[in-house]
């Protein structure tokens, strides 16, 4: 067999094999790979971009062997693991015999039955198959497969082996990648759309009407055109069936298109302009022992019917007999361009397929030569399925960036006219350890439809419909007396959002309050700030906020409010700090008081007592007096911010109500713990001395300059 190294590059669909000395184009990769591109063959071009084919010079190989290889060549797997496996039970040298079993791992996996894949690799190593690649692509296939952890133990095992290798280490990275992004999902839901499934292939639905009900899609489904089976799956030629949706949400038995639209070859990869006037789709034609590219067709609705398709003339500059591909059309939502996936030599081309974008004309048709969108979008590896989306946002398959395995879906928001910027994958559970790819949105909704192989479908490839369901935002929590600790039922949970909405509760036997559903809906909504008040007569009010702004995902607010009881109470505010012998504010003084002006503005008719205290050290009268500056130092700031004066008295104690006496401080041992207790004497309080104060019309005193 070739090493990975001399196998000549891929292009996608059309893989370049070389049989006798003379590279010749494969005729049949051109399945749902390009029209369609069909996956299956994305796969084994994603498997091994370069892939090849396997030495057919082997001087000891027996016939089946050679037709096994030839079978391979063409990109006959489904024959060629058949052929392998017969050639075996006639082989009796231990190491082609290994070989063979290699060979049926490597047709596995090119048909992208990763499981098969695995085995018999596995069976090869087993078999001693001198080869070290063999265990990267046990690891390879493991990784496609979702078995992240496995496949990181057999990606080291071949690094011990091939320690140069180069796509170790970002094999190991991808699926150390994998994992966060399967432990941590985005909040999409997807389901297979089983109406529309088949155990065949179905992928690449789009929306066919106005009103997005209509869907057209690709299928090998037995209702397909002709009797010609495809010799790389064993499956029937794609064509093109639609289907629509009733109120229900019920799909209608999918219809095939017209005979004008599918023929025997492979249709698929459908779009539509803005107006659903205008099909464009991707046509492979097949005829035995020639070889085709694969070209985009438009075609006309006329009512339900479709007019005779035009194919259009993308590939002028590349030679009418080229086998170049072209493929994978998606209409920009201003129908001003297109943008599709090739393998044409254009300046840019980065290799294998990459996305190209042309212009259109009033009538829809292609207006001068396609640009390739640039290395910010295309890899040497495949491109391929692009969407563009309401937005701008162009949306596409390719397995050239580090992803979860197989086929990933990426998005790449514009930079510019018919630009595009750096890629961001879309992450689980959208995308998969396996081929997920042809992405396409219901108009700016969060939902849709993609394709992939991924378990959990009706067979092959499977279209699946997504959506981000709404994120779910609910408000609960207890109130406790500040003083007792205990429970407060009774209280009042007022709550007031942005959006205009406004609610309450009165918390129960236990505390307890919440705001979960409102009827068919949600008290607490995306987007939107909320106020909180927590009241009782006699207790101080408590303000809060909660947003859901920038949340993403639900969440629900659990708060504790703790009420302080005014009535007969003196409050402590927190340390309101003065230098030495001063009565003046500091800032940090001020910042202190930011809790009873809180308080005086929540509680707008409370009078209130504000009591300043000494230490018992110092004269009496100096410290009666110094305190009573405090206090007024107090109340001047809060003035300042605008308080009414008529709602505060300055009250100071000096010394006269110690918390600590001075025979308590006397005996303690530390000089630490004196001063701590001489710190706690000296303290700012209020007391409420009545709540019936009547706010002036107009609110509250404007503030005045510090």
């Given at each position: 067999?070739?090493?990975?190294a001399?196998r000549?590059?891929l292009?996608?669909?059309?893989?370049?094999?070389?049989?006798?000395?003379t590279?010749?184009?494969?005729p049949d990769?051109?399945?749902r790979?390009?029209?369609i591109?069909?996956?299956?063959?994305?796969?084994?071009f994603l498997a091994c971009?370069?892939?090849?084919?396997?030495?057919t010079?082997a001087?000891?190989?027996?016939?089946?062997?050679e037709?096994?290889?030839?079978a391979?060549a063409k990109?006959?797997?489904?024959?060629?693991?058949?052929?392998?496996?017969?050639?075996y039970?006639?082989?009796?040298?231990?190491?082609?015999k290994?070989?063979l079993?290699?060979?049926?791992?490597e047709?596995?996996r090119m048909?992208?039955?990763?499981?098969?894949?695995e085995?018999?690799?596995?069976?090869?190593?087993?078999?001693?198959h001198?080869?070290p690649?063999?265990y990267?692509?046990?690891a390879e296939?493991?990784?496609?497969?979702?078995k992240?952890a496995?496949?990181i133990?057999?990606?080291?095992?071949?690094?011990?082996?091939k320690?140069?290798?180069?796509r170790?280490?970002?094999a190991?990275?991808?699926?150390?990648?994998?994992l966060?992004?399967?432990e941590?999902p985005t909040?999409?839901?997807?389901?297979?759309?089983?109406?529309?499934?088949?155990?065949?292939?179905?992928?690449?639905?789009t929306?066919?009407d106005?009103?997005?009900?209509?869907v057209?899609f690709?299928?090998?489904?037995?209702?397909?055109?002709?009797?010609?089976?495809?010799?790389?799956l064993?499956?029937?030629?794609?064509?093109?069936?639609?289907?629509?949706?009733?109120?229900?949400?019920k799909?209608?038995?999918p219809?095939?298109?017209?005979?004008?639209?599918?023929?025997f070859g492979?249709e698929?990869?459908?779009?539509?302009n803005?107006t659903?006037?205008?099909?464009?789709f991707?046509r492979?034609?097949?005829e035995k022992?020639?070889?085709?590219g694969c070209d985009?067709?438009?075609s006309?609705?006329?009512g339900?019917?479709?007019?005779?398709?035009?194919m259009?003339?993308?590939k002028?500059?590349?030679?009418?007999?080229?086998t170049?591909?072209?493929?994978?059309?998606t209409i920009?939502?201003?129908?001003g361009?297109?943008?599709?996936?090739?393998?044409?030599?254009?300046?840019?081309?980065?290799?294998?397929m990459?996305?190209?974008v042309?212009?259109?004309?009033?009538?829809?048709?292609?207006?001068?030569q396609p640009?390739?969108l640039?290395?910010?979008?295309?890899?040497?590896k495949?491109?391929?399925?692009?969407?563009v989306?309401?937005?701008?946002?162009?949306?596409?398959?390719?397995?050239g960036?580090?992803?979860?395995?197989?086929?990933?879906?990426?998005?790449s928001?514009?930079t510019?006219?018919?630009?595009?910027?750096?890629?961001?994958?879309?992450?689980?559970?959208?995308n998969?350890a396996?081929d997920?790819?042809?992405?396409?949105?219901?108009?700016?909704?969060?939902r849709?439809?993609?394709t992939?192989?991924?378990?959990g479908?009706?067979g092959?490839?499977?279209?699946?419909?997504f959506?981000?369901?709404d994120?779910?935002?609910a408000l609960?929590?207890?109130?406790?007396?500040?003083?007792?600790?205990?429970?407060?039922p009774?209280a009042?949970?007022?709550?007031?959002?942005t959006?205009?909405?406004n609610?309450?509760?009165?918390s129960?036997?236990?505390?307890?309050?919440?705001?979960?559903e409102?009827?068919?809906?949600r008290?607490?909504?995306e987007?939107?700030?909320y106020?909180?008040?927590a009241?009782?007569?006699g207790?101080?009010?408590?303000?809060?906020?909660?947003?859901?702004?920038?949340?993403?995902?639900?969440?629900?607010?659990v708060?504790e409010?703790?009420?302080?009881p005014f009535?007969d109470e003196?409050?402590?505010?927190?340390?309101?700090?003065?230098?030495f012998?001063e009565?003046?504010?500091?800032?940090?003084g001020k910042d202190s008081?930011?809790?009873?002006y809180d308080?005086m503005v929540?509680?707008?008719?409370?009078?209130?007592?504000?009591?300043?205290h000494?230490?018992s050290?110092?004269k009496d009268?100096?410290n009666?007096?110094?305190?009573?500056?405090r206090?007024?130092?107090c109340?001047n700031?809060m003035v300042?911010?605008?308080?009414?004066?008529a709602r505060?008295?300055p009250k100071g104690?000096?010394e006269?109500?110690?918390?600590?006496?001075?025979?308590?401080?006397?005996?303690?041992?530390t000089?630490?713990e004196?001063?701590?207790?001489h710190?706690?004497?000296?303290?700012?309080e209020?007391?409420?001395?009545s709540?019936?104060?009547v706010?002036?019309?107009?609110?509250?005193?404007?503030p005045?300059n510090?």
């Amino acid at each position: 067999m070739a090493k990975e190294a001399d196998r000549p590059l891929l292009l996608f669909l059309l893989r370049p094999i070389v049989i006798q000395g003379t590279p010749y184009l494969r005729p049949d990769l051109n399945h749902r790979t390009i029209p369609i591109l069909h996956q299956m063959i994305i796969r084994k071009f994603l498997a091994c971009m370069a892939l090849g084919l396997f030495a057919t010079a082997a001087i000891a190989q027996s016939k089946l062997a050679e037709e096994a290889d030839e079978a391979y060549a063409k990109g006959y797997f489904f024959n060629a693991i058949e052929l392998y496996k017969k050639a075996y039970t006639v082989e009796k040298t231990p190491s082609e015999k290994a070989e063979l079993i290699f060979k049926v791992g490597e047709s596995y996996r090119m048909l992208g039955d990763m499981q098969q894949a695995e085995v018999w690799y596995d069976k090869a190593i087993k078999a001693q198959h001198q080869d070290p690649v063999t265990y990267y692509w046990v690891a390879e296939t493991r990784r496609q497969q979702g078995k992240y952890a496995e496949a990181i133990e057999a990606f080291n095992r071949y690094k011990e082996k091939k320690p140069n290798d180069m796509r170790t280490d970002a094999a190991l990275a991808s699926c150390e990648m994998a994992l966060k992004w399967q432990e941590s999902p985005t909040r999409y839901n997807v389901d297979p759309e089983v109406l529309l499934n088949t155990p065949q292939y179905d992928f690449a639905p789009t929306f066919a009407d106005k009103n997005n009900q209509t869907v057209v899609f690709s299928s090998t489904r037995q209702a397909a055109t002709g009797t010609e089976t495809d010799q790389i799956l064993g499956e029937n030629f794609s064509d093109l069936f639609t289907s629509t949706r009733d109120r229900l949400g019920k799909w209608s038995e999918p219809v095939k298109l017209p005979s004008s639209i599918n023929g025997f070859g492979n249709e698929g990869g459908a779009a539509f302009n803005s107006t659903r006037t205008i099909m464009y789709f991707t046509r492979c034609p097949m005829e035995k022992k020639k070889v085709y590219g694969c070209d985009i067709w438009m075609s006309k609705k006329v009512g339900n019917n479709y007019a005779e398709p035009e194919m259009l003339a993308l590939k002028a500059n590349v030679g009418k007999d080229d086998t170049t591909t072209v493929g994978h059309p998606t209409i920009a939502p201003n129908d001003g361009y297109m943008v599709f996936a090739s393998n044409i030599k254009l300046a840019g081309h980065k290799g294998g397929m990459d996305l190209y974008v042309v212009k259109l004309n009033e009538e829809g048709k292609p207006v001068g030569q396609p640009v390739n969108l640039g290395p910010d979008i295309n890899t040497p590896k495949a491109e391929l399925f692009p969407f563009v989306r309401q937005d701008g946002s162009l949306y596409f398959a390719s397995n050239g960036y580090a992803g979860m395995g197989g086929m990933d879906m990426f998005r790449s928001e514009p930079t510019g006219d018919m630009v595009w910027g750096a890629t961001e994958n879309l992450k689980s559970p959208l995308n998969s350890a396996h081929d997920d790819f042809a992405i396409v949105f219901d108009g700016e909704e969060e939902r849709g439809f993609f394709t992939s192989n991924r378990p959990g479908g009706n067979g092959q490839d499977d279209i699946w419909r997504f959506y981000l369901p709404d994120m779910e935002f609910a408000l609960q929590g207890t109130v406790f007396d500040k003083k007792t600790q205990q429970p407060l039922p009774g209280a009042t949970v007022s709550v007031v959002g942005t959006d205009g909405s406004n609610f309450s509760a009165i918390s129960d036997d236990n505390g307890g309050f919440e705001f979960i559903e409102s009827g068919t809906g949600r008290f607490i909504k995306e987007n939107t700030s909320y106020t909180i008040l927590a009241e009782k007569e006699g207790y101080l009010v408590v303000n809060d906020q909660i947003t859901t702004v920038g949340l993403s995902e639900s969440t629900t607010f659990v708060k504790e409010y703790l009420l302080q009881p005014f009535i007969d109470e003196i409050i402590s505010l927190p340390e309101v700090q003065y230098e030495f012998d001063e009565f003046a504010l500091t800032q940090a003084g001020k910042d202190s008081l930011e809790y009873l002006y809180d308080v005086m503005v929540n509680n707008p008719t409370l009078i209130i007592e504000l009591r300043a205290h000494t230490d018992s050290r110092g004269k009496d009268a100096y410290n009666m007096t110094l305190s009573q500056n405090r206090a007024k130092s107090c109340v001047n700031y809060m003035v300042s911010r605008g308080i009414d004066p008529a709602r505060m008295v300055p009250k100071g104690y000096g010394e006269s109500v110690l918390r600590i006496t001075d025979a308590e401080i006397n005996k303690m041992k530390t000089k630490e713990e004196q001063e701590a207790a001489h710190q706690q004497n000296r303290r700012t309080e209020m007391k409420v001395l009545s709540y019936d104060f009547v706010p002036k019309e107009n609110g509250v005193a404007p503030p005045q300059n510090n």
